[in-house]
């Protein structure tokens, strides 16, 4: 039963959608302020890897739980909770003093995030009970989402190379704060009395094992990849993941169903988006660099240069849902990985002489690429579940890609340390890991064109209509 909703529908809607719009501006926001905080907190690679890697781990491990949490301990309560939490979170990341207390905001960040983001969208569900109602709102949701990722990186660069890296965050709090004091007035109370309990047992083994993993590939180029503490950091993974699995198989209310990898689409669809957020996420956290530390760009610059990347992204992502409608699932998705691989390829050539004229359509190529990967492989995700199961399985997916990134970041960043510490050059170190995210790429357009060739069973959802509900 939802209460106190409709009479102010227009003002919950611009609540939602502000909200997410703070979410994904600020993940897009802090690959400008790299440059910056390097400098000025005094830190490695690692340390700029944690800086995100935190806030991303976070957000990964938490997005299930927070949705199945709004749903049953009220969706009004959590979305202000989250936005309290994310705001507060954002004034510690601006006055840290040094780079463990920017870490632990960046922590508090993505519990906010990860509580405020699915509450947003359940609220807007829950707010418009007609179908083409609902698809109209979680369109400027959805666009809102895109607004925010194309202005993050113009956005840091203004604002850091006018007051430094903690502006990027004290933006977060005049918006907190309005979205608080507008929430308490329009934003009616609903929830699900039949959602699932929360699965303690799951969060806490998935943060804790994806963690671990993350420690040993953000730390073992500087402690040494056969380093006990590193090694111990592996093993530690492997068992609690191991441990994971089955308490996920046996539990009654799993946070991640087990059995809903057994249809082929599902678990095509989510292994090529942890390709997407491992590539995406991995290769644009070195983006900014690139340009400030290559090629001797300021700040600012480097921010506005990135924006081919970001703005190809929001322009082609509403179309990709009819490409996949009208050429099928398969097609679109093998297309865009691949067109991202070249592009990631292309970007792995570049060089401190290299100008821009020749840099900005590689940026394109990729952000065109994933554009046409994400809404299908969600709406694929979706569609190979029942219908009662559409907002776990749309949750799956982006846990999957917040894994990816997770995982991306950690895992270039080592490629390039890697580099280093064997007398390569920064720029060097770079152009691998470009390669490598464009190798990885690759290699999932090959395993999501091949796997989905084979004939399904019966029983299986046709790729080729998978998206056809996934956009509106």
Known sequence: MVTGVRPGRAGLLAVACLGQFMVLLDSTIVGAALPDMQQRLHTRLSGLQWIVDAYVLLVAMLLLSGGVFADRFGRRKVFLAGVAVFTAASVLCAVAPSIGWLVAGRVLQGVGAAALSPASLALLAAAYPVPQERVRAIGLWAGFSGIGLAAGPPAGGILVDAFGWPAIFLVNAPI????????????????????????????????????????????????????????????????????????????????????????????????????????????????????VYVQGSSILRAGLQTLPASLAMVVVSPYAGRFAARYGFRIVVTAGLALA???????????????????????????????????????????????????????????SRQIGAVLGVAVLGAVVRTREAGGASFEAGLNSAFLTAGAVTLAGAAFTGLWLARPSPANAPAPSTTTTRSRP
């Open 341 to 399: 691989g070249l592009g990631l390829l292309a970007l792995g050539l570049v060089h401190a002489d290299t100008g821009y004229g020749n840099v900005w359509w590689r940026l394109a190529v990729v952000g065109i690429g994933f554009a046409l990967t994400m809404s299908p492989l969600t709406g694929a995700a979706i569609q190979a579940v029942s219908a009662q199961e559409g907002g776990l399985a749309s949750g799956v997916s982006s846990t």
């Open 176 to 291: 907190g704060a309005v979205l608080l004091l507008v929430g308490l007035r329009v934003l009616g109370e609903s929830r699900n009395p039949n959602a699932p309990a929360i699965d303690v047992p799951g969060t806490v083994l998935s943060v804790l094992g994806v963690g671990a993993l993350t420690y040993g590939l953000i730390e073992g180029g500087s402690r040494g990849w056969t380093s006990p503490v590193i090694l111990g950091g592996f093993a530690a993974a492997v068992a609690i993941l191991a441990v994971f699995v089955v308490v996920e198989g046996r539990g009654a209310t799993p946070m991640l169903p087990l059995r809903l990898f057994r249809q082929r689409l599902f678990t095509v669809s989510n292994t090529a988006m942890v390709v997407v957020g491992f590539a995406l996420m991995g290769s644009s956290f070195f983006f900014s660099q690139f340009f």
